[in-house]
């Protein structure tokens, strides 16, 4: 009998325990208003104001609701025929952590209206709620979008990466929507959410089916939809480049959305898999060990002065290179 009680007992500690960790897990991940990077070695606004333009944009969903960004255009390339991109950044920090491929596109001739999460940035929200939130707010911003014609009557092109991959495709799109651009997208939620927590350290992996139990408890079945179901319910086949790297550590080959679309031979769907490239492949590989080289070394400052001048001998510009097949892929498609 006492051996009983002690197995008993065991069963409930773990349980109690994973339930307690997946609750601490779930408020240190979406429990915050993530504000923007502060080190030089990120870019920022000023590294491209000599090329791009911007205005503030904001919409209000409803009281409590309210989503910030900008619109960028390119002060010599805009092509006012063409299409607008909507851009739907990672989970992270803000908008502003995708100048690079704000840049680019707006190289292209687009006019890119990047918007921060809510819960991050300009956004409101004193927490991020959960990843499936940001189906609700793409729909609302395209929703806001036709009936105010911020389109200025021309069709829209979603571009999202990782949080943005997930949410450009997992959303109900109207018909304003005329293609998709997805990059590093993961395919289910609670599983994106699951992977970090075992990035983080393994050991986490204990709190994975206790995650889950608690976002259906908390959030309901839709807290663990998987984007490929919600594509096959909107049953919309809109064109989209789904863009992923084998050597992706954050996104999950067996969570990508790359693998999962292609395991359920969608229609309309087009991909560019890389062997490298990491989790932001746009970003050349160089580009990529530069960057986390002076991360490095910025860290290891300890006086202002130090930062100061480390900061002002930085080329991030010069030294963040596009990946050209990347880059070739998305041009091509948008083509």
């Known amino acids: 009998m006492l051996s009983l009680y002690i197995i008993l ?3 409930a500690f773990y349980v109690v325990a994973g339930i307690i960790g997946a609750i601490v897990l779930n408020q240190v991940m979406f429990c915050k208003h993530l504000k923007e990077v502060d080190n030089p070695c990120f870019l ?12 503030e944009f904001s919409y ?19 092509d006012s025929s063409k299409e607008m991109i909507i851009l739907s ?11 690079l491929d704000i840049n680019f596109l707006c190289n292209l001739g687009y006019k890119v209206l990047a918007y921060d999460h809510y819960g991050t940035g300009l956004s409101s929200g004193k927490t991020l709620k959960n990843l499936y939130f940001s189906k609700y ?17 021309k069709k829209v092109i979603l571009y999202g990466h990782s949080w943005g991959g ?3 495709v997992a959303s109900k799109k109207n018909d304003l929507v005329a293609k998709i651009i997805s990059r590093s997208g993961f395919n289910a939620p609670i599983k994106a959410i699951n992977d ?34 919600d594509l096959k319910k909107n049953n919309q086949n ?12 954050t996104v999950s080959n067996a969570n990508s959305l790359a693998a999962n679309l292609r395991m359920n031979n969608l229609p309309n769907i087009y991909y560019i898999v890389t062997q490298d490239g990491g989790h932001n492949s746009l970003l050349s590989v160089e580009g990529q060990k530069y960057h986390k080289t002076i991360v490095k070394e910025y860290a290891q400052l300890k006086t202002n002065e130090e930062k100061s001048s480390f900061a002002n001998k930085l080329d991030l510009v010069g030294h963040y290179k596009l990946n050209p097949v990347v880059t070739k892929s998305i041009i091509d498609f948008l083509s």
């Not at 920022?44 to 205005?55: A, V």
């Not at 009281?63 to 002060?75: A, C, D, E, M, R």
């Not at 990672?90 to 952590?97: A, P, R, S, V």
């Not at 050991?203 to 839709?222: A, I, M, Q, R």
């Open 44 to 55: 920022s606004f000023k590294d491209y104001e000599n090329n791009l333009d911007r205005e």
């Open 60 to 78: 209000q969903i409803d009281k409590k609701i309210i989503i910030g960004g900008y619109i960028y255009v390119s002060k010599t390339k805009y």
């Open 238 to 249: 809109i064109p989209t480049l789904v863009i992923y790297a084998i050597d992706d550590l």
């Open 9 to 11: 007992g065991i069963i």
């Open 196 to 229: 970090a927590a075992t990035r983080k350290n393994i050991l986490l992996s204990y709190l994975n089916p206790f995650n889950y139990l608690f976002n259906l408890v908390v959030h309901g079945t839709k807290a663990l939809t998987p984007c490929v179901k």
């Open 166 to 168: 997930y949410t450009v």
């Open 137 to 153: 707010v793409m729909e609302n911003l395209l929703n806001y979008i036709k009936e105010h014609n911020i389109n200025e009557n």
């Open 89 to 99: 950044p990672g989970y992270g920090h803000t908008h502003l952590q995708y100048l």
